[in-house]
C-alpha cells in the first residue's frame, strides 16, 4: 500500500476516533475542549467559545447569552471585552447556517486578546446557537481553504453544540429540581426537630436532609468533604438521638405526622 495513502487513512481513522469523543462528552463539562482538539485537526486555531444567544428580534437587540463552553484563549474573553454585539447585524434575520468571519481591533492593554475570529451560527426562531473559532495575531486571517473546511463540517458541528446545549438544560432543569426539593425537605425537617426537641449538629442536620433528598452516600461524601464512612458515623449519631435505625428508620420518622 503506498504510504501517502496509509498516512491518510491512520489521519482519518484518527479523527474519527476524535470525533466519538466529542460526541460522547456532549453535555458535560470537558465538551468544548474535546471539540478544540478536533478542530486543531481542520485548522489551527488558539481557542473557541460556544454561546447561544436569545435575540429580541423586533428591537433589534440581545436579551440573553449563555456560555456553553470554553477552550484555550477563548477563557481571556471576560477580561478582553471583544465586541460580541458586533456580530448581531449578521445574524439578526437568518434561515440557513452562517460561516461568519471578523477581525477583532488589538488591543495592548490585553495582548492575549484574539483578533482573528470565524463564528458558524445556526438559528431556531430567536435563538442563535454559535461556535465561535479565534485566532491570535501570530496567525493569519482564516483562508478560504480554511472556512471551506469548516464549512464541510458545520452541519455535525452544529448538531453536536445542539445537542451540548439540550443536555446542558435537562442537566440544569435536574438540579434545579433536586435543590428545590432539598431545600423543602430542609424546612420540613428542621420544623419537626424543633417540635420533637431534638438536637442534632448541625453535619448531622445535613447528612439527614442528603438521605431524605435521595442523595447517595458517596455525592454526600463529596459535597460534604469527607469520608464516605464519616456520613455514616453521622447518621448513626443523628438516628441514635431520633430513637429510629438507619435511613428506612430516618424516613418514617420524617413521614410520620
Excluded at 20 to 45: C, H, K, M, W
Excluded at 136 to 147: A, G, K
Aim: hydrophobic content about 40%; glycine content about 6%.
Amino acid at each position: 500500500m503506498n504510504r501517502a495513502v496509509e498516512f491518510e487513512e491512520d489521519n482519518d481513522r484518527l479523527f474519527c476516533r476524535k470525533l466519538a469523543r466529542v460526541v460522547s462528552s456532549t453535555g458535560y463539562p470537558n465538551f468544548a475542549d474535546q471539540l478544540f482538539e478536533l478542530i486543531q485537526d481542520l485548522v489551527p486555531i488558539h481557542g473557541l467559545e460556544l454561546s447561544e444567544w436569545t435575540l429580541d428580534i423586533p428591537s433589534a437587540t440581545i436579551r440573553e447569552i449563555s456560555i456553553l463552553g470554553t477552550a484555550g484563549i477563548a477563557r481571556e474573553r471576560a477580561r478582553c471585552a471583544a465586541l460580541d454585539q458586533g456580530l448581531l447585524p449578521s445574524i439578526l434575520h437568518m434561515n440557513d447556517p452562517l460561516l461568519i468571519q471578523r477581525r477583532l481591533p488589538s488591543s495592548k492593554l490585553h495582548p492575549l486578546c484574539p483578533v482573528h475570529q470565524c463564528n458558524l451560527v445556526a438559528g431556531n426562531g430567536n435563538l442563535r446557537r454559535i461556535i465561535c473559532f479565534y485566532r491570535q495575531s501570530s496567525l493569519r486571517t482564516f483562508t478560504l481553504p480554511e472556512m471551506s473546511a469548516l464549512k464541510t463540517f458545520s452541519e455535525t458541528l452544529l448538531f453536536l453544540l445542539e445537542h451540548h446545549s439540550r443536555s446542558l438544560g435537562r442537566v440544569r432543569q435536574s438540579a434545579a429540581k433536586q435543590n428545590n426539593h432539598a431545600g423543602s425537605v430542609d424546612n420540613a425537617f428542621c420544623k419537626k426537630l424543633e417540635w420533637q426537641g431534638v438536637p442534632l449538629s448541625a453535619r448531622e442536620r445535613e447528612v439527614c436532609v442528603g438521605f431524605l433528598s435521595g442523595i447517595t452516600v458517596p455525592e454526600l461524601a463529596r459535597r460534604l468533604e469527607v469520608k464516605n464512612s464519616s456520613i455514616e458515623s453521622y447518621l448513626k449519631r443523628a438516628a441514635s438521638k431520633l430513637g429510629v435505625r438507619g435511613r428506612h428508620g430516618l424516613a418514617r420518622w420524617m413521614a410520620n405526622s
